[in-house]
DNA sequence: AATGAATGAGGTTTCATTCAT
DNA sequence: GATGAATGAAACCTCATTCAT
């Protein structure tokens, strides 16, 4: 693929997180998307099988960025704290650099019945996986408790942060400035290392 | 509402949470709950205003049920620790009991553009002002550490619990028999709980 | 099926033929059949799968007749002569009758890739497996000659009889007037039955 | 036209009537053939109008090869039986040779909208007028039987070799080895000529 | 001449909803 | 209440053709 179609494809891409994140997948239309890239609407088949095509690939291609940036945190920190840390910070600040896309991400991709297809899930748990092996890490280490699965460590990590988002995209109360996205931030990675109990002294 | 007609009501909802289950609520159409229910189609729209309004009859039924748990468990118990781990019991028995009702619960209803209004945000968010009184009611009998915003701790139960069960529910990977259901929950608890620093002696 | 269904349905296979015959199965769009029965388009999905289905019912229902009416022959008369006389004969009045079905049933339905089904040329082989029948009768007879295969006579009567009429349909120069069907079919006949050579005396 | 020209034309014409005999005309896809061909699809446009001219132009450089042995047959014999018998020869000849040709000759062309305007029907016509002439010259030397018209009998001889053929192509049950076009041929020309009645002695 | 990215009109089909019975 | 035939808007996708390179 030449570097002028990577582009006109990136330009559909783009458009259609934008018209997703604002309709929805399912209220938008192909037509949205066209329109929204300046492209005919004929374009989006030479880039793309079918709309669906069009929001796996999304996904598909934001995840990797997700499971290079993880890799690379793996190569460049060691401490597992800081590696968790490190990627709780990252997923907190791809949805204040793109909401749209961090929407459908989190909203539009997982409801797509062709979402729950095997390709798509090995890439899915690929992040999954990664942060088991940090907390596993951890656990080797020692500063990890050794009592708790992996497995379900991960899924208490990416949920709480997943619903925490949620709630800053949606949540027609959440008032952002009352509560800025940092201190959401540090308060999750608080909760998740300390918990909640208060400590007998 | 006639005592005859609630149980028709009834078996349409039972018949939708099914089929909405089984293919996701874009992919069901009104005539799949229909013949699953074993009514004439036109009969959907007797009790029913349209196909969303089944699926947010459904929502707000069923949280409606977990907000009379939540009141009940509020009433009954006093130990701030004990309802919270009372509330997950719940809400894993609930999937174990009706695994059908959660999937539609956990991907349906939260992706549905229709859930996104001012009175279903309500109801949603009255079941996570209650997890915040519980957690506020912990820092001021001094249980629960003091520097964590109530609000985000709501999320963090949540998204941890939503998130299990989502895997339990979709992954192709996950196999229940290696990791019962059960176990998950008390890890979870004790994620949340205490953490997953291990303590300096 | 009720009576009225099986009404409304022949009124759209009806509407269809004409329309079929007028631009071709190709050229017309179903909104062409929807407007020319006089329904709404949706309702020919009712009815018919799609539009191959409305096309490929005209054929099945249609060949049916013609075998029904071979059937009858069969079991009426007993000369072969006289049989296949009369299938010319009833094939040359259809097309008078109806020449739009006509129409479509030698030139949309051969040409459609489903027509080559196992299904369809079980039902379109009937007809020529009949006409091998009674040419085989009469070779026992001794009316026919023996060193003609029934096959390959089936076919030579009907391609007589079906190239003889596109020719009617089709031919701009061909003049109606000039040369009167019912004198094509008698000649179609005696050529079939005596050939075109002249005996010796 | 340069020959050069003529050859990358000649080869899009092959590749078409390839692909047309395999999928039908309409199931054809420009890209299809010029994929056959081992062309860009925008060449296809430098040497044919349309995918309509691509078809009709198969046909009229088609016919007129089979015109052209007509006209040959017409200066080299004399006897109008064998002209007939030479004719039906070259066309079950053509179809061994070339039997995707035929197919495309046989069934596209003849069931194309556009195939129907006065210049396709004159060169079509043109073929039955040669039979015509045949005819009538065999009725003037005394060899045919002078009560059919040449008209009808130039249907009669088309029809029975079109339909056979087209049993060949399409039939799914007929097993050319049990029996061999060959055979078919003679008969065809038997039936014709001495039509299937037995004499009486 | 040759290419193939780009175009966009056009057509089939789906399916939630209505309403006469 | 119950039915399901009828409706028709809406949406995806195809594919012949164009045209800048």
């Known amino acids: ?22 309709k929805g997948y399912h209220s938008s239309r192909t037509i949205d998307i066209s329109n929204e890239a300046g492209v ?5 088949y030479h880039y793309f099988q079918s709309k669906d095509d069009i929001l796996l690939s999304i996904f598909r291609e934001r995840w990797q960025l997700l499971l290079n940036k993880v890799e690379k945190i793996q190569e460049t920190l060691t401490e597992p704290g800081e590696k968790i840390l490190t990627i709780i910070d990252y997923i907190f600040r791809s949805y204040q650099n793109n909401p749209a896309m961090m929407k459908v991400l989190i909203m539009d991709v997982p409801r797509h019945a062709q979402f729950y297809s095997p390709e798509n899930w090995v890439l899915y748990n690929a992040f999954f996986k990664e942060l088991e092996n940090i907390f596993r890490e951890g656990q080797e280490r020692g500063v990890y408790v050794k009592n708790v699965s992996p497995l379900i460590a991960s899924y208490a990590i990416y ?7 949620r709630q800053y995209v949606y949540n027609p109360e959440f008032n952002d400035n009352e509560f800025p ?5 540090e308060q999750i990675v608080q909760i998740l290392k300390e918990g909640f109990s208060e400590r007998a002294a």
Do not use: H
């Not at 996205?181 to 931030?185: I, P, S, V």
């Open 1 to 22: 693929m030449s570097e002028k179609n990577k582009t006109k494809r990136d330009i559909i891409l783009k458009a259609a997180i934008k018209v997703f994140a604002e």
């Open 40 to 44: 005919a609407y004929g374009s989006l």
């Open 159 to 165: 949920g709480a942060v997943d619903t925490t988002i």
């Open 181 to 185: 996205l940092e201190k959401a931030r």
